[in-house]
């Protein structure tokens, strides 16, 4: 799982791949205010874990330019 954080605006946003039953991969978003049980989450499916790989840093640039900051799995995200 991939967290990011806006701490100016209390803001989050979090996103994962998810490999079912069948091998196929679903790229799930959710994001929110921070201390808040409101959200909202987003499903989209993905030909495969590198196209899903390929949104997530697709993903981390947006977040990133709206000033989030990345907080969990940045060790495993490829640039």
């Given at each position: 799982m991939y967290r990011w954080i806006q701490?100016?605006?209390d803001?989050?946003?979090q996103a994962h791949l998810i490999e079912d039953l069948f091998?196929?991969?679903?790229?799930?978003?959710c994001w929110g205010v921070l201390h808040s049980r409101q959200s909202q989450m987003r499903k989209t499916g993905v030909p495969s874990y590198e196209?899903?790989?390929?949104?997530?840093?697709?993903i981390?640039?947006?977040r990133r330019q709206?000033?989030?900051h990345l907080i969990q799995g940045a060790?495993?995200?490829p640039h």
């Amino acid at each position: 799982m991939y967290r990011w954080i806006q701490p100016e605006k209390d803001r989050y946003y979090q996103a994962h791949l998810i490999e079912d039953l069948f091998g196929d991969w679903t790229l799930v978003a959710c994001w929110g205010v921070l201390h808040s049980r409101q959200s909202q989450m987003r499903k989209t499916g993905v030909p495969s874990y590198e196209a899903g790989l390929e949104q997530l840093k697709a993903i981390d640039r947006r977040r990133r330019q709206h000033g989030y900051h990345l907080i969990q799995g940045a060790a495993d995200l490829p640039h």
